[in-house]
């Protein structure tokens, strides 16, 4: 029985059927009310002073704030909507894979994580809440590689690409501002523990068999090579599969009809 499973066993009942689609339904609404009243986004976002002063709601509206996007355009509201539809995706793509308690298990540690990097951080960082669908993301790139999607409904890529792209940016970010990595670290931690090394261990594991399997085909007869060779004529079971051979008085080996000679 794994960690997970006795975890499980005992906090079942946190289990979340379908989180990340009501994450996403969460960021709908207030993408709507930054619509209604754009003022409105400067409250959510988080603000460690604030929250110490009693702003407490802020430690949870930060994860939907979306004022630095700007007001809504047209091409925000498509984007919203492609958006939408791929946090669908992935956050039914992990429960397939991993069961609701590990997805949402996997959820969980993310926001922790998240919140304590915010407050351990002496400046605010934007858009902290849209660091849950990079993990959720890279994670399903882990699992289904091959999975192939409509990038904004019409250009057809594998997740796999998507997923080293990401990598690639997360990576140049950390690169051109280093103070970040702590925070990236501690924002990606779920998936770097429930995914990245599991994925490690697998494709170890692949690669160890496939070495095994080499050195046993090594020791094994090189392929082709006769068992059976005739004295008289050098036919072979390997040139001729259907012949017959015996040892004749000789201690030699013939095929069927040089045998009699």
């Not at 603000?47 to 809504?72: N, Q």
């Not at 919203?80 to 793509?93: E, K, Q, S």
Request: proline share 5%; charged share 15%.
């Amino acid at each position: 029985m794994t960690v997970i499973d006795k975890l499980e066993r005992r906090f079942g009942w946190i289990s979340f059927p379908g989180f990340l689609r009501f994450y996403a339904l969460f960021h709908v609404l207030v993408f709507v009310i930054q619509f209604i009243r754009s003022d409105v986004g400067q409250l959510f976002e988080f603000d460690r002073a604030k929250i110490l002063s009693g702003e407490v709601w802020r430690v949870a509206t930060f994860f939907f704030a979306t004022a630095h996007f700007g007001p809504p355009t047209l091409m925000s509201i498509v984007f919203l909507i492609f958006a939408v539809n791929f946090a669908f995706m992935i956050g039914d793509g992990l429960e397939a894979a991993w069961g609701v308690f590990k997805s949402s298990l996997f959820y969980y540690i993310g926001i922790v994580l998240t919140i304590l990097a915010n407050f351990a951080y002496p400046f605010n960082i934007p858009l902290s809440g849209f660091v849950l669908y990079a993990s959720a993301f890279l994670a399903f790139a882990t699992l289904f590689p091959k999975t192939e999607i409509l990038l904004m409904f019409f250009l057809p890529v594998q997740i796999r690409f998507l997923g080293i792209l990401q990598g690639l940016v997360v990576v140049l970010m950390v690169i051109a501002a280093p103070v970040l990595l702590p925070y990236v670290l501690l924002g990606f931690a779920n998936y770097i523990l429930l995914a990245g090394i599991p994925a490690l261990r697998g494709t170890a594991r692949v690669i160890e068999a496939g070495q095994r399997k080499k050195r046993f085909n090594a020791a094994k007869d090189p392929a082709g090579e006769a068992f059976h060779t005739c004295a008289a004529c050098e036919r072979t079971d390997v040139s001729d599969p259907g012949l017959e051979f015996r040892v004749g008085g000789d201690g030699r080996e013939y095929c069927a009809e040089h045998l009699r000679d």
